[in-house]
């Protein structure tokens, strides 16, 4: 168990919906961070928060958006769903948000797109 | 072409036997070096970190990392069924915050 808390742990929906998934880091951290694993890109960062600032932007659509709350834990909302959403979503955390800093991932969303 | 290329296996050993997994990169400005162990929709573990080039080893993992070929390596010695897994390499450069840049995983079968 990596400390690092997601729900829900499955989620399936309908196009052009929209959901929220949740992640609390581990104690102590204070950035955390969210990926998206699909069978053909693999995992991409999506985005970073340390401390409730954003602090670095991968691959995000305009259509998913984040934020990190003032107790650190952090929601990554996904609107507009289309079935290409269809992935493992990640969230993980470290103590620090810079380079180097150990990343410890969650267990994951599971989000189907139907 | 990918930043991180890593062969997607299967790759399947016999009990026993010592695998090696790797993984080429293309950026130069990687410093940091990683192996995370992904059991079946589960999330990654991190099983060896290794900063700049040189080798580490921790229990049956050996992590190697040749800056001057952008090649990383992980090799497992005395490999068990409970190794099964997908593995990947990641990497992060000193300034890109800490943004991991992932290999594909390669995907290990371990025969009884």
């Known amino acids: 168990d990596s400390g690092v808390t997601q729900t829900p742990k499955h989620l399936i929906t309908a196009t052009g919906q929209r959901v929220t998934l949740r992640c609390s880091p581990r104690s102590g951290d204070l950035s955390v961070y969210w990926y998206q694993q699909s069978l053909d890109q693999g995992l991409q960062f999506l985005i970073q928060?340390?401390?409730?600032?954003?602090?670095a932007k991968g691959n995000i659509l305009e259509r998913f958006s984040a934020q990190q709350f003032p107790d650190l834990h952090s929601e990554l909302n996904l609107s507009s769903l289309e079935l290409g959403d269809s992935a493992l979503y990640f969230c993980a955390s470290s103590v620090a948000s810079g380079a180097g800093n150990t990343i410890y991932f969650g267990e994951g969303s599971w989000l189907t797109v139907v | 072409q990918k930043e991180v290329e890593q062969d997607p296996g299967p790759l399947s050993v016999p009990e026993g036997a010592i695998v090696s997994l790797n993984c080429t990169y293309s950026?130069?400005?990687?410093?940091?070096f990683m192996w995370y162990r992904q059991y079946s929709r589960k999330g990654p573990e991190l099983l060896m970190y290794?900063?700049?080039?040189g080798n580490k080893e921790d229990g049956r993992f050996t992590a190697q990392v040749d800056k001057s070929s952008k090649y990383i390596s992980l090799f497992i010695r005395d490999s068990q069924p409970s190794d099964s897994a997908t593995y990947l390499c990641?990497?992060?450069?000193?300034?890109?915050?800490?943004?991991?840049?992932f290999g594909g995983g390669t995907r290990l079968m371990v025969k009884p």
């Open positions: 950026n130069s400005a990687f410093q940091y």
């Open positions: 990641a990497m992060s450069a000193e300034n890109a915050g800490n943004m991991l840049t």
């Open positions: 290794t900063y700049s080039s």
């Open positions: 928060y340390y401390n409730g600032e954003e602090r």
